[in-house]
């Protein structure tokens, strides 16, 4: 585990997956396991709306409506994130970028010469993932996720994603339907493409996003 992590210190991950696949989470736990920065751009625009700032206030129509970010400004946050973490040295976990084909171009463009070493794409039935959206919940104080009315962590009420209603929901999952296809194929032709059976608990998913991890980074890590 400790060669694995010395290993991937440097690594530059892509976490693809509809919403409620569960991405989130296990970006978290990767990032954790693999001391990686996790950059989520979901959370960094919902904390932007939350703080008022000027980013969260241009922002702030499209996340509730579910709809895309124009691409110049979500781009912008992930440079600056993944700026950050090279200066410290540290590799990053991608959690909601790229989002398709177009995204994924800039992302080459801002690593280069460098590039992703893995893309995995956590696969979630729609049907499963709606009950998971349907169920979801926030602690508005610490921002853990739960299905809980109550924070598990700090017991404060938990409350819905202002963008997770029906409307909303649908609309993701559409646009996500028609990226998905010639995203997943854009990391496949490059051949850093993973997929991993998203259904189960959380530890069951995690052990494999693990092991495929393992046996990608292993390979492409020593080889740069
Ligand atoms: P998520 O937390 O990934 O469900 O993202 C929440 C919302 O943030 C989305 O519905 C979009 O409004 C916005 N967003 C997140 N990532 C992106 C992206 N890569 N491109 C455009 N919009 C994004």
């Given at each position: 585990m400790t060669d694995l992590v010395e290993r991937?210190?440097?690594?530059?991950?892509?976490?693809?997956?509809?919403?409620?696949?569960?991405k989130g989470e296990q970006c978290g736990?990767?990032?954790?396991?693999?001391?990686?920065?996790?950059?989520?751009?979901?959370?960094?625009?919902?904390?932007?709306?939350?703080?008022?700032?000027?980013?969260?206030?241009?922002?702030?129509?499209?996340?509730?409506?579910?709809?895309?970010?124009?691409?110049?400004?979500?781009?912008?946050?992930?440079?600056?994130?993944?700026?950050?973490?090279?200066?410290?040295?540290r590799g990053v976990v991608l959690d909601g970028f790229p989002?398709?084909?177009?995204?994924?171009?800039?992302?080459?463009?801002?690593?280069?010469?460098?590039?992703?070493?893995?893309?995995?794409?956590?696969?979630?039935?729609?049907?499963?993932?709606?009950?998971r959206i349907q169920n979801r919940r926030e602690c508005p104080s610490c921002r853990t996720a739960t299905s809980s009315v109550e924070c598990p962590i700090c017991r404060t009420h938990t409350e819905r994603r202002?963008?997770?209603?029906?409307a909303a929901i649908g609309r993701r999952m559409s646009d996500f339907a028609r990226e998905m296809g010639p995203l997943l194929e854009w990391y496949a032709e490059r051949g850093v493409l993973?997929?991993?059976?998203?259904?189960?608990?959380?530890?069951?998913?995690?052990?494999?996003?693990?092991?495929a991890v393992d046996r990608r980074i292993c390979a492409s890590v020593r080889s740069r």
């Open positions: 991937s210190l440097a690594a530059r991950l892509v976490m693809i997956g509809r919403q409620g696949s569960g736990r990767l990032a954790q396991r693999l001391q990686l920065d996790h950059v989520s751009t979901g959370e960094l625009l919902r904390s932007a709306v939350r703080a008022g700032s000027t980013l969260g206030r241009t922002s702030e129509a499209y996340v509730v409506r579910g709809e895309p970010v124009p691409d110049h400004i979500v781009a912008g946050i992930v440079s600056a994130r993944i700026a950050e973490a090279q200066a410290g040295g989002r398709t084909v177009r995204q994924a171009e800039r992302l080459s463009e801002m690593l280069a010469p460098a590039s992703i070493d893995l893309a995995i794409h956590l696969d979630v039935p729609r049907a499963t993932a709606v009950e202002a963008d997770d209603w029906p993973e997929t991993v059976d998203g259904v189960g608990t959380p530890a069951q998913v995690a052990e494999r996003v693990a092991n």
